[in-house]
């Protein structure tokens, strides 16, 4: 019987274990988490390119729209720990709500607005959200 394995070693044994970076939850660390998740894919690419550019555009688009939600939504700091599955990307942010993600009606004459939850799941393979007593864990699985 044949086994796949559950997770990509040769990452780690290359200097490209998981990543985690936490931040203090003002507006500017949406950025910051934009740019440590290039980061994450710059190493990444060096051992395993993406199949395709958007890959790498649809990893950086969920990491900013979670933060962006985490920094709206869930008063204080964030975390981001992004790493190498058997055949793409785990992105998992950690905010301090326990109020789950909704989707949200799209009303540009408001605003605009309510549009990210949709766009995670779209380009996602996955979405979960663990809650606990000191907040979420939101998982998103990406293809690379």
């Known amino acids: 019987m044949a086994t796949e394995p559950r997770w990509d070693d040769t990452l ?4 490209i274990p ?3 970076t936490g931040f203090a939850g003002g507006p500017h660390d949406v950025t910051g988490a934009r740019l440590a998740a290039e980061r994450f894919l ?4 060096r051992v395993v ?3 395709s550019r958007e890959q790498w555009d649809d990893v950086l688009l969920v ?3 979670l933060a962006a939600n985490a920094v709206q939504y869930a008063p204080g700091p964030f975390q981001l720990r992004m790493r190498r599955t058997y055949d793409g ?3 998992t942010l950690h905010d301090t709500s326990t109020t789950r ?3 949200r009606p799209f009303r540009p004459s408001q605003g605009g607005g309510g549009i990210g939850w949709h766009l995670i799941h779209a380009l996602c393979d996955q979405v979960s959200v663990v809650t606990a007593d000191q907040g979420k864990d939101v998982h998103a699985f ?3």
């Open 12 to 15: 780690a044994a290359q200097g």
């Open 18 to 20: 998981s990543r985690t």
């Open 42 to 45: 710059s190493d990444l690419a």
């Open 49 to 51: 390119p993406p199949s």
């Open 63 to 65: 990491v900013t729209e």
């Open 89 to 91: 990307v785990h992105v």
């Open 101 to 103: 993600p909704a989707p």
């Open 142 to 144: 990406l293809p690379w």
